[in-house]
C-alpha cells in the first residue's frame, strides 16, 4: 500500500512518512524514530499496528529485501546477518532469511564472484594484500580467503623467477 495513506493517521509526523518513504525500515527503527520524534509507546504501537496492517512495514519483507541486497553485493552469509540485526530485524526473521535465502553453503560461490570483479584491478603481492581486505571486509572467513586467493594466483599469475 501506499505510504501516501499514512498521512490519514492524526499523529503521525509528516518526517516520520518521508522516513518511510526513503527505505525499508524495521520496525525496530520506526520506534526508534517515533521515540526521538517524542510520541508517547502507546501512540508508537498504535502507528506501527497500523502501519502493519497497511503492509507499510513488514519486518519479513524488510530483512529478505536488505538480505537479497547484500548478497548481491557480494557479503558472506554472517556479514549479512550482522547487518541486519544491527537494523533492529527480528532474530528468528533473520536465521529464516538466511536459511532459505542467502545460506552460508553459498558463500563461497559469493566470494568468488567478488574476487572475480575485483582481480582485473590488482596485480602483485600489493594486489593478494588489497583482494584479501576486501573479501575479509565483506565477511568471508579466513580459510575461504586464503584457499580462493591460493586457487587464484595459481591459475592466473605465474610464478616470478625467484620463486622457481
Known amino acids: 500500500m501506499s505510504s501516501s495513506k499514512l498521512a490519514d493517521e492524526p499523529r503521525a509526523p509528516a518526517v516520520l512518512l518521508r522516513y518511510l518513504r526513503s527505505g525499508v525500515r524495521s520496525t525496530h527503527e520506526v520506534l526508534s524514530r517515533l521515540r526521538q520524534r517524542g510520541v508517547s509507546s502507546r501512540d508508537a504501537a498504535r502507528l506501527v499496528r497500523a502501519y502493519r496492517a497497511r503492509g507499510v512495514l513488514d519486518d519479513r519483507a524488510g530483512v ?10 557480494g557479503y558472506a552469509s554472517a556479514a549479512i546477518r550482522l547487518k541486519l540485526a544491527a537494523k533492529g530485524f527480528d532474530a528468528q526473521a533473520i536465521e529464516d532469511t538466511i536459511s532459505r535465502f542467502v545460506p552460508p553453503s553459498d558463500d563461497e560461490a559469493r566470494a568468488r564472484v567478488l574476487l572475480a570483479q575485483r582481480r582485473d584491478r590488482v596485480s602483485g603481492r600489493p594486489g593478494r594484500a588489497r583482494l584479501a581486505r576486501a573479501l575479509a571486509a565483506h565477511g568471508f572467513e579466513p580459510d575461504v580467503i586464503e584457499r580462493l586467493l591460493g586457487e587464484f594466483w595459481q591459475d592466473s599469475c605465474p610464478p616470478d623467477d625467484a620463486e622457481r
Do not use: K, N, P
Open 64 to 73: 529478505r529485501l536488505w538480505a537479497d541486497h547484500w548478497a548481491r553485493q
